[in-house]
C-alpha cells in the first residue's frame, strides 16, 4: 500500500496545550507522524509519496472562505494585539449570545474554536494546508485505480467543522477527501471513523446529505471529548436522515465490544454500497492512550484492518488520533498490514 506524507506537518509545532488548566506539551506532536512514518518504512509496508498541489479550491468546498482566512492570519494578528503567548481562546459563544462575528482577534478566536485546548500559531495553516493536500493526493490515487492507499495527514481533521477548529484538527481532511470523490464521479462515499473521539466536523458537515454515511465509533461524549455531539440518537436530518450512526461506548471497552459496533457499522456500508470507503484512522483506542479509556491491544489493530478489508471496497485510509507515541507506528501500521492479508 502507498503512503503520501510531507514533512511540511512539523510546521505544526505548538509550543502549549491547555490540560487540566495547565499548559503543557501538547499530545498532538510532530513525532507522532514521524513514528507512524518510521514504521511504514520498517516493515516495507510500500512506497512513501510526495503529495501534489490541488490548491485551494477542494479546501474551499467544505470549509468557509473567512475560516480559511481566519486561520491563516490570526497568529500574527494576536501578536499585533499585544498577546505574548500562543493564541488560545478565552470567550465562547454562549447559550442566547450573539453569533454576530467579533472584530477583534481574541473575540475571534471564540467565534471559530471548538475546543480551548488547540494553540494557533505560526506555521499551522500551512501544515494544516500541507495535511489536506496529503488527503487529496491519496483520494486521486484511489479514483486512478489503486485499492487502497494510506495518507499520512497531520494535522489531524475529523473535529474541524466548516468554520470551527479545534480537537487538534484544523482542516477536515476525511470531508475534504469524501467531496472531491463526488465531484469526481462518486455517488457516494462512506466515512468509517475509528478514532477514540467522535468525529463531530465531519458528523457536521454531511449532517443533513445523503451522499456520504458518516459512522463512528467512539468514547461516549457524555464521559470524554468533544462531549457536545456523538450520542446514538444523532442519525442525520432531513435528507441525511438515516446516513449518520454513532456507537458511543462507555470506559474500559475491551476489542470484543468495540468490534461488534464495527460489524455493525460494516453491515450498515454494505447495505449503502458505497463507491468509496474513507476510513478516519484514530489509534488512540489504544490501552495505554494518555487521553482515551478504551482497551484496545497492539494486535486487534491487524483484526480490525482485516474486518475493514472484508468491505471489499476501495479504501482510503486518512491518519487522525493516536497519542501513546511510542506505540503509534505499530498500532497505524497493524491495521494496514491486517487490512492486506
Ligand atoms: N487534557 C484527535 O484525536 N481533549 N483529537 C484533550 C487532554 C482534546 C483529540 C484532553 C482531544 C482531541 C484528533
Ligand atoms: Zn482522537
Known amino acids: 500500500m ?8 512539523k510546521l505544526r509545532d505548538a509550543k502549549t496545550e491547555l490540560c487540566g488548566g495547565e499548559l503543557v506539551e501538547p499530545f498532538e506532536r510532530p513525532s507522532r507522524a514521524e513514528y507512524v512514518l518510521d514504521r ?6 510500500g512506497p512513501v509519496s510526495d503529495p501534489d498541489d490541488f490548491g485551494m479550491g477542494p ?34 459563544v454562549g447559550r442566547r449570545m450573539s453569533h454576530i462575528r467579533p472584530n477583534h482577534v481574541e473575540g475571534q478566536l471564540g467565534y471559530y ?37 494510506f495518507s499520512l495527514c497531520r494535522p489531524p481533521g475529523h473535529h474541524a467543522t466548516a468554520d470551527m477548529y479545534g480537537g487538534y484538527c484544523f482542516f477536515n481532511n476525511a470531508a475534504i477527501s469524501a467531496q472531491h470523490f463526488l465531484d469526481h464521479g462518486a455517488k457516494r462515499v462512506a466515512i468509517l471513523d475509528i478514532d477514540f473521539h467522535h468525529g463531530n466536523g465531519t458528523q457536521d458537515i454531511f ?36 446516513f449518520n450512526l454513532n456507537f458511543p461506548m462507555p470506559p474500559d471497552t475491551p476489542f470484543d465490544v468495540w468490534q461488534a459496533a464495527l460489524h455493525k457499522g460494516l453491515a450498515r456500508i454494505a447495505e449503502y454500497k458505497p463507491d468509496v470507503l474513507i476510513i478516519s484512522l484514530g489509534v488512540d483506542t489504544f490501552e495505554t492512550d494518555p487521553i482515551s479509556f ?48
Open 294 to 341: 478504551f482497551k484496545l491491544k497492539s494486535d486487534d489493530f491487524l483484526t480490525m484492518g482485516a474486518d475493514v478489508a472484508s468491505a471489499g471496497l476501495p479504501t482510503h485510509f486518512i491518519m487522525e488520533g493516536g497519542y501513546d507515541v511510542d506505540e503509534i507506528g505499530v498500532n497505524a501500521v497493524n491495521v494496514l498490514q491486517g487490512f492486506e492479508r
Open 207 to 242: 449532517y443533513d446529505r445523503s451522499d456520504v454515511l458518516f459512522i463512528s465509533l467512539h468514547g461516549d461524549p457524555l464521559e470524554t471529548f468533544p462531549y457536545h455531539l456523538g450520542h446514538a440518537e444523532e442519525t442525520g436530518s432531513g435528507a441525511g436522515t438515516g
Open 59 to 92: 479546501i474551499l468546498a467544505i470549509h468557509d472562505a473567512e475560516f480559511v482566512e481566519f486561520l491563516k492570519t490570526a497568529p500574527a494578528r494576536w501578536k499585533v494585539a499585544g498577546f505574548n503567548g500562543e493564541a488560545i481562546p478565552t470567550t465562547w
Open 2 to 9: 502507498e503512503t503520501i506524507y510531507t514533512e511540511k506537518h
Open 113 to 149: 474554536a471548538l475546543a480551548g485546548e488547540t494553540s494557533l500559531t505560526e506555521g499551522t495553516w500551512e501544515a494544516a494546508y500541507a495535511s489536506a493536500q496529503v488527503a487529496l493526493t491519496g483520494a486521486a490515487r484511489i479514483r486512478s485505480g489503486a485499492g487502497a492507499v
Open 40 to 45: 511504514v518504512r520498517e516493515t516495507g509496508l
